[in-house]
Each structure stands twice: as structure tokens, then as C-alpha cells.
């Protein structure tokens, strides 16, 4: 499953360039260890599932309504945390928290984050998803919706299958291979939004975005699909670094505009679903 996760997101000639040969110890040396110390505003807290332990950063009110928020491939980085904060300040506030499914590594450059993704336990990730869900439930939060961008939109909606007590679920450009879940069985209502741009065919393009409308649709799933016309992956990253690193990436759209309207959209889906 990880491999076919893998070939969509390197299926396009540009994604390609990005793939350099990554079996030999150097990528393995250059990934990072994120910085130990959960700088203000987050709070490191331990979450345990199973026989793992796993850290994870919360931002927020407490007792508010809760937000998983699921990593990119790069791992829990600036780019990440900036969207947990601003989640977390949205209306009367929610608590957002992120669990690191890398396990402390972060990724660089892409194929730092390839190595990464491809060691990825997916059905370890969604016990993390669970587990976050369950945590936020237990402190304080009485609903709790999910929501991640590219891997993490793809683990958003595979938890929305497979894990419970999910209210809400809004996945960013990425859908999960039928393998490991079938979005026609989610169990919360779904906001899903893609970028008429994405080259990522069969996980994040437009094709796969109206597929996922049409099997949401059939299964009765309360659902919204929302397509962006100018824009290709990953643009909700708008820091100055994230902009950056999608230009090094060849993604060179900048368009605020879909930014603002896919988080007021993120908005009104959460207040629907997350309001006591």
C-alpha cells in the first residue's frame, strides 16, 4: 500500500525529479530529529495506543471542541503547526492537536520525505488518529473532527472509515488507495478540497476528487467537494517558506484567494459538526 502511495505521488514527469535513488545511507543520514522542545504556543503531551508511545502538540483551548490535524509527508514541521494554530483561533476557538506519526523525524528536502512516508505504518498512523481522537475526547473536547493535507488528507479519510468517535473529517488533496479504506464506508460527514492543478493522478487530482464526490454521493455520506481552479498541490501552505519550498517543487501558483475561501469553507464544516 505504501509503495502504491509512493508511485501516485511521483507519477507525473515534474514529481519525478523530485525521487532521486534514496537507498544509500546518505538520505537515511540527513533526516532530522525535531527539535525536542515544543516551543509556546503548543503543549508536548504523551498519547499511548497499544504497545506504543507516541508525542504529540496541542494548541488551544481547553474543553473547546477538538481538531486532529495529520501531517504532510515532510512530518510535523512550521508548516504543519501554522495550520494548528489557526485552527485553533477560528470562531470561539478549538483545541488542535497534531501526533507525530514519524515518531520525531522530519524531512527536509523530498526525498527526506519519501524515505519517510514510505516507512509510514498507515494502519499504525490511523491507531495514532484514533488514539489523538479518544485523547482530546478524554480532556475536555466532546466532539473532535479530523483534518490533514496530502498524506494527512488521505489518512483523514481513512479515518473517517476506519476509526470511531470521528464527528467531522476535511482532507486536503489526498485520497486513500482502496486498500486501506474505502471512502463509501466513512462514518462522518466529509469536506474534501483539491486544486484543478494537481499533477498527483490518481491521489489528488481533479479525476480523483470527482470520484470521490461520486462514491460519497452513493453511500449517502454527507459530503462536500470543493475544486480550486489556478491552484495545484499543497496550496493552503502560505508562510513565506512554504511558498518557497512549493516554487522548489515546481508548483508555481500563488493564490491567497483559494487559501481564505477553502479555510472559511474548513470553517463553517467544523462549526456545523463540532458545535455541542
Known sequence: MVAFVSRLLFATPKAKTLSPNISTPFALARIRSMAASASSPFQKVQIHRDDTTFDAYVVGKENAPGVVVIQEWWGVDFEIKNHAVA??????GYRALIPDLYRGKVGLDAAEAQHLMDGLDWQGAVKDIQASVQWLKANGSQKVGVTGFCMGGALTIASSVLSSGVDAAVAFYGVPPPELADPAQAKAPVQAHFGELDGFVGFADVKTGKALEEKLKAAGVPHEIHLYPGVAHAFMN?????????KDMGMTDDNEAAAELAWSRFESWMSRYLSS
Do not use: E, L, N
Open 87 to 92: 485552527i485553533s483561533q477560528f470562531g470561539s
Open 238 to 246: 502560505r508562510s513565506p517558506d512554504g511558498v518557497k519550498r512549493r
